[in-house]
C-alpha cells in the first residue's frame, strides 16, 4: 500500500523559509514523478513543483520558481521542498503526490496518490 507521509509545515513570519519533506513508501517510486501542490478553501489544488524520481529533473510553477527547490533523497525515499522568503500568498495546505509515469505534470487528477497535507500559515 502506497503511503506519502508529509511533515515540515507550520507558522512562520512573511521572509522565513520553510522545508517540508514527504516520505514515500509500499512500492519502487523510480520512474515515478513526484509533485507538491498547495490548496486554499475555495480554490482549486495548484501545482507547485515536480521531480522525476529516477534521474531528479525539476518543474516548478512560474509563481514559486525564484523562491523554492525541489530535491529527492533515493536513499530515504523522501522529497523535499525548500521554500524561501515566503509571502502571506503562500498560506495554504502543501500536499506531495506521486504519479506513476515519467513525464512530469501539473494537473492533480494525472497524479496517483497523495498525501495527508500539512499546513503553511505565512503572517505579514
Known amino acids: 500500500q502506497v503511503q506519502l507521509v508529509e511533515s515540515g509545515g507550520g507558522s512562520v513570519q512573511a521572509g522565513a523559509s520553510l522545508t517540508l519533506s514527504c516520505t514515500a513508501s509500499?512500492?519502487?517510486?523510480?520512474?515515478?514523478?513526484m509533485g507538491w501542490f498547495r490548496q486554499v478553501p475555495g480554490k482549486e489544488r495548484e501545482f507547485v513543483a515536480a521531480i522525476t524520481w529516477s534521474v531528479g529533473r525539476t518543474y516548478y510553477a512560474d509563481s514559486v520558481k525564484a523562491r523554492v527547490t525541489i530535491s529527492r533523497d533515493n536513499a530515504k525515499n523522501t522529497v523535499h521542498l525548500q521554500m524561501n522568503s515566503l509571502k502571506p500568498e503562500d498560506t495554504a495546505v502543501y500536499y506531495c503526490?506521486?504519479?506513476?509515469?515519467?513525464?512530469?505534470?501539473?494537473?492533480?487528477?494525472?497524479?496517483?496518490?497523495w498525501g495527508q497535507g500539512t499546513q503553511v500559515t505565512v503572517s505579514s
Open positions: 503526490a506521486a504519479q506513476s509515469t515519467p513525464v512530469i505534470s501539473t494537473i492533480p487528477n494525472r497524479f496517483d496518490y
Open positions: 509500499g512500492r519502487t517510486f523510480s520512474g515515478y514523478v
